[in-house]
C-alpha cells in the first residue's frame, strides 16, 4: 500500500498564495504520473494539475499561469504553488499518484485531502 499525506492548505485572502505538498511512502514501488485534483461543495472532482515522471506537466484551464506543479523524485513528493488565488479556488484538495510496484503490479492511491479557503 503507497500512502499519501497532504499538507499546506489553508486560509487565505483573494489574491494570496499557499503551497501544497503531498508525500509518498511505502516500500517497493516506483511513482509515474503525481497529480491535484479539487472537490468544491456541490461539484464534481476535477484535475487541477498533474505531472508524470519525465516532468511533463498538464493544467487545468481555469488555473493556467497562477498554479505550478512540481515533483521532487528523490522525496516522492508533489507540490503546487498556488498563487493569485480566487475564491473560486476554494475547495479540497485531493493528492493522487500512480504507479507501479517493483512486480509490476499497478497501484494509484489518494490522499484524505487539504482544505483551501480562498476568502474575498
Known amino acids: 500500500q503507497v500512502q499519501l499525506v497532504e499538507s499546506g492548505g489553508g486560509l487565505v485572502q483573494a489574491g494570496g498564495s499557499l503551497r501544497l505538498s503531498c508525500a509518498a511512502s511505502?516500500?517497493?514501488?516506483?511513482?509515474?504520473?503525481m497529480g491535484w485534483y479539487r472537490q468544491a461543495p456541490g461539484k464534481q472532482r476535477e484535475l487541477v494539475a498533474a505531472?508524470?515522471?519525465?516532468?511533463?506537466?498538464n493544467y487545468a484551464d481555469s488555473v493556467k499561469g497562477r498554479f505550478t506543479i512540481s515533483r521532487d523524485n528523490a522525496k516522492n513528493t508533489v507540490y503546487l504553488q498556488m498563487n493569485s488565488l480566487k475564491p473560486e479556488d476554494t475547495a479540497v484538495y485531493y493528492c493522487?499518484?500512480?504507479?507501479?510496484?517493483?512486480?509490476?503490479?499497478?497501484?494509484?492511491?489518494w490522499g484524505p485531502g487539504t482544505q483551501v479557503t480562498v476568502s474575498s
Open positions: 493522487n499518484a500512480d504507479g507501479r510496484r517493483l512486480i509490476g503490479i499497478p497501484w494509484n492511491s
Open positions: 505531472i508524470i515522471s519525465s516532468g511533463s506537466t
Open positions: 511505502g516500500t517497493a514501488f516506483s511513482i509515474n504520473t
